[in-house]
């Protein structure tokens, strides 16, 4: 089956065509629904309910267009919200940059260093942890979706600048966190 016709399925009524669409793309719902939100059972639910939620949806869906990017701008968009609402999140002062975040790539990347790779991980997702739900949102969006400055502002319907501006206070935010880290 192919995406459209799954799409069409469900338009028609038909729910077995959600199967597909959640076999292709849970995965890296899940993924992302957790890297803004730090937790797993939480990213699950999230997910779960935006396919809930893409199925209510579907017949406002345009089929001409592609399906992932809709359906992951409704993950991200219950991520950020959820975390909004919740005491998770916590607030401290400035924020990161991408030299630091390249360094600590490049070290993971290392054969020979696999062991620290973990404790990087570990100092990046408790960085991660420390900025809002909107500057992690966007790191994630960058950093681990791939998507250009122009496809973020698009799909969250933001000004360019606000998202070069929220970017580039992520990484500031993100640079201060990481190099405490590496003083300790």
């Known amino acids: 089956m192919e995406e459209q016709q799954a799409i069409q399925r469900l338009k028609d009524g038909d729910i077995s065509g959600l199967e597909f669409l959640v076999a292709r793309h849970q995965v890296k719902a899940v993924r992302t629904a957790y890297l803004i939100t730090r937790d797993l059972g939480l990213a699950e639910d999230i997910v779960q309910d935006s396919f809930l939620q893409a199925y209510r949806a579907i017949r406002g869906f345009d089929s001409t267009r592609l399906f992932e990017p809709w359906f992951m701008r409704s993950v991200v968009n219950a991520s950020v919200k959820m975390m909004q609402r919740s005491a998770r999140q916590v607030?401290?002062?400035?924020?990161?940059?991408?030299?630091?975040?390249?360094?600590?790539?490049?070290?993971?990347?290392?054969?020979?260093?696999?062991?620290?790779?973990?404790?990087?991980?570990?100092?990046?997702?408790?960085?991660?942890?420390?900025?809002?739900?909107?500057?992690?949102?966007?790191?994630?969006?960058?950093?681990?979706?791939?998507?250009?400055?122009?496809?973020?502002?698009?799909?969250?319907?933001?000004?360019?600048?606000?998202?070069?501006?929220?970017?580039?206070?992520?990484?500031?935010?993100?640079?201060?966190?990481?190099?405490?880290?590496?003083?300790?």
């Open 91 to 184: 607030q401290v002062g400035d924020e990161a940059d991408e030299s630091v975040l390249a360094e600590l790539a490049a070290r993971v990347e290392s054969v020979e260093s696999q062991v620290e790779s973990l404790e990087v991980q570990s100092q990046i997702w408790n960085a991660m942890q420390k900025l809002s739900p909107r500057q992690r949102t966007v790191v994630v969006q960058r950093y681990f979706l791939n998507m250009s400055e122009a496809e973020m502002a698009r799909k969250s319907g933001t000004a360019t600048g606000t998202i070069k501006w929220l970017l580039n206070a992520a990484r500031e935010r993100l640079r201060g966190l990481l190099a405490g880290r590496s003083e300790e």
